[in-house]
Nanobody
Framework: QVQLVESGGGLVQPGGSLRLSCAAS????????MGWYRQAPGKQRELVAT???????NYADSVKGRFFISRDNAKNTVYLQMNSLKPEDTAVYYC????????WGQGTQVTVSS
C-alpha cells in the first residue's frame, strides 16, 4: 500500500523555523520526484518545492532563499526546512510523490502567527 505521512507542522512565530518530514512507504522512493505543496484557506493548492530523483530542486518564487527541500533515500523521507516564516506561509502542507502516477499525503498544518 502506497502511503505518504507528513509530520512536523505546528504553530510558529513570524521569523521562526520549522522542518517538515514526509515518510514514504510502498514505493521505490529513490526514483520518484518528491514535492511539497500547500493550500491556504480559500486558495488553490500551490507548488512549494520539488526535488527529482537525482537531486535537482525547484522552488516557488515566494519561498526561494527561505525554504529548502532535501531527501534521504535511505530513509525514504523528504524534508522541507522552512526558515524566516511569514504569516502568509500559513497553510496545510502536502507531500507529493510523482512518477507515472501521483500520490498525496494527508497534509500537515503550518500556522505562522504571533
Amino acid at each position: 500500500q502506497v502511503q505518504l505521512v507528513e509530520s512536523g507542522g505546528g504553530l510558529v512565530q513570524p521569523g521562526g523555523s520549522l522542518r517538515l518530514s514526509c515518510a514514504a512507504s510502498g514505493i521505490t522512493f529513490r526514483i520518484y520526484t518528491m514535492g511539497w505543496y500547500r493550500q491556504a484557506p480559500g486558495k488553490q493548492r500551490e507548488l512549494v518545492a520539488t526535488i527529482t530523483s537525482d537531486g535537482n530542486t525547484n522552488y516557488a518564487d515566494s519561498v526561494k532563499g527561505r525554504f529548502f527541500i532535501s531527501r534521504d533515500n535511505a530513509k525514504n523521507t523528504v524534508y522541507l526546512q522552512m526558515n524566516s516564516l511569514k504569516p502568509e506561509d500559513t497553510a496545510v502542507y502536502y507531500c507529493n510523490a510523482r512518477l507515472l502516477s501521483t500520490v498525496w499525503g494527508q497534509g500537515t498544518q503550518v500556522t505562522v502567527s504571533s
